[in-house]
């Protein structure tokens, strides 16, 4: 089961990373910020947010202790902060000043690699603070990166599709060409090293991409010296772009954050969908698992931060047993879902009592569970109630237990009703229905007012493909404006 326990709105832009380590959370933005907050109870470190940056920042990423922190951005920098502090470290120059897309340490912070907009990788060594390596890809853009649980070897993700693993002399090992269409998005490696059945040292890799999967990869180190690197799933859970993932600790569960503004959790091993989340109002660019507590951090360009607690007993082993041993619609669509907030509201007005007593106790609302059945409460009932009616009605005299009963409610509520609006009527970038519809230069149509803020602050790209935009000229799409006239009307 999954709980959404608190949401951050520190940032005044769009959220395009979040990263934990043992104790803390960082977030950046495209507000120029990166804030920091203790993971035990969110609350924002003192000397955050950490201000130095003169562009957006894309990425940030915790070294291994978690004593820094390193952030990279669009004014060519990667930027090592201290922890302890708040206090720049220091300030690595990218070569050949490109804006810097993504950065990441090795799993004993010995390394650092950050990828450039031009294709550049650079491989810093963080002891001394000074470039190791070069590396270029031509004619893309680097936007993922992942060092393998040993640190001998690191991947990269670029917008032209392709994943490429790479030595710490900056030997290209392998190419997987192709392995999103339209580009990649995010890359991780799972945190554990396997044996193949032949004995060889194998890796699991998870990428996403603009073609709206997200797919498990087997890359194998063979006895030969040989790569190779073979898809092990592709997971179809969302509906649009794919553009962030991230493995668990453990590297049983996957994680990964998508356009259509859904939060996906599943079982790794297996590729199972256990839960879908809905909670953003917008796209979902950022999602982390924390190394220490049960907690999921996802960021989105509604400016938030949704922090999500999975609660005991929703390992991975055993959701995948009640996957495969549970009626799927009545046990796990009608339960789960609606603790994953993917029901409607709609659906929950139709629970019955027994269902909302369910609810309660999935929650940890045990202790009103008496009350609630004593005075028949169903669904229609409990999206009905008040702080007043739970003191006066149902006896509940504790202040704090009437809060925590509230704020579930209203998280149920916060919930849209979907009302079977068709997916080409909505804009890609805010995903609402389209008012003054344009076609752009990459053929794809958005609402006018969207796409016009899009191109004035994102280097001329698209929101679809991530690729330059030839032209900003925008035509009027005047067929679909009727055509969602039309449907309008009929409603």
Known sequence: MVSLICTLQSHRDDVNCVAFSG????TCSADKSICVYSSRDFSELPFSPLSGHGYGVHCCCFSACGQYLASCSTDATTM??????GEIEAVLEHPGRSPVRVCAFSPDSS???SGGSDGSIALWDFTSRTLRRTGVVNDTSIVACSFT??????????TYGDLRLWDLNMNHLHAEKNAHDLGVS???FAPKMMKGTDGCVQFRLASCGQDSLLKIWIVSLLPSAGIKMQLAHTLTGQSAPVLSCAYSPDGQMLVSGSVDKTVTVYQADEGVLLYTLHQHDRYVTACA????APLIATGSMDKSVNIWRMEEGSSAQVMLLLFHFADEKAAFSNTEGRKACGHSRLMVSEWSEEEVLAWLREEGLEAVTDAFKSNNIDGEELLSLSKETLSSDLHIESLGLRSKVMKKIEELKMVPVYNGTPDEFLCPITREIMKDPVIAADGYSYEREAIEAWISTKNRTSPMTNLPLQTTLLTPNRTLKMAIFRWSTSQ
């Open 80 to 85: 090592v902060w201290s922890m302890d502090t």
């Open 149 to 158: 649980p040993c640190g001998q070897m690191f991947i990269t993700g670029s």
């Open 289 to 292: 698992f924390s190394p220490t």
């Open 23 to 26: 104790d803390l959370l960082a």
């Open 186 to 188: 995010c890359a991780q």
């Open 111 to 113: 390394h650092l690699v």
